[in-house]
């Protein structure tokens, strides 16, 4: 998932996040040691979750994108205010973005325990869409921490980077 200006890319400072499928995963990169993951239901679990995000994501349905989030969810990003905390403030940040923005492709690299109740998941996002000058295009890396809460998995708290542009090429001599 990924949140952030995209000024660079659509000449207007718009934000964003989001998640993807572990069926389009691309490359990201593993940690030193992984962590044990978690089991077959609940990793099913966290992907129809990133499945319905997604969903709501292309339909540019904000209220259900932020009804994943637990009551108190935090949205971290790159965005004039970087902390998003609640429903409501999540809700806004994605129908910002949504007039940029409009499709959602991404991969879920790994989904680990992160304690009895709670996972975490690292991916990778595409984002694209219709800027002021033309196409937009965003990629960069998320993750995600998941509670229970009223039996099911919710998104705690969401942090997405844009990756950095290529370096420049160096002079031909």
Known sequence: MWTGNITATTGRNSSCALFGS??????????RHPPR???????????QL??????????????????????DGVLVSQAPKVVKTGTQEIAQQYETIFKTMSHNDAATAEVSPLGTDSVFSVGE???????????????GHWTAVYVHEGGTWKIRLL???????????PPAR
Not at 25 to 31: C, Q
Not at 51 to 68: D, F, K
Not at 160 to 168: F, T
């Open 37 to 47: 993951g978690v089991d077959q239901n609940t990793r099913q679990q966290i992907e």
């Open 22 to 31: 572990s069926q389009q995963l691309r490359s990201v990169s593993r940690p």
């Open 125 to 139: 996002y595409h984002l694209s869409g219709q800027g002021q000058s033309g196409p937009a295009k965003v990629d």
């Open 50 to 71: 990133v499945t319905t995000y997604r969903e709501n994501w292309n339909n540019h349905n904000a209220a259900g994108i932020a009804g994943l989030y637990t009551k």
């Open 159 to 169: 942090t997405a980077v844009p990756d950095l542009p290529p370096a420049p090429a």
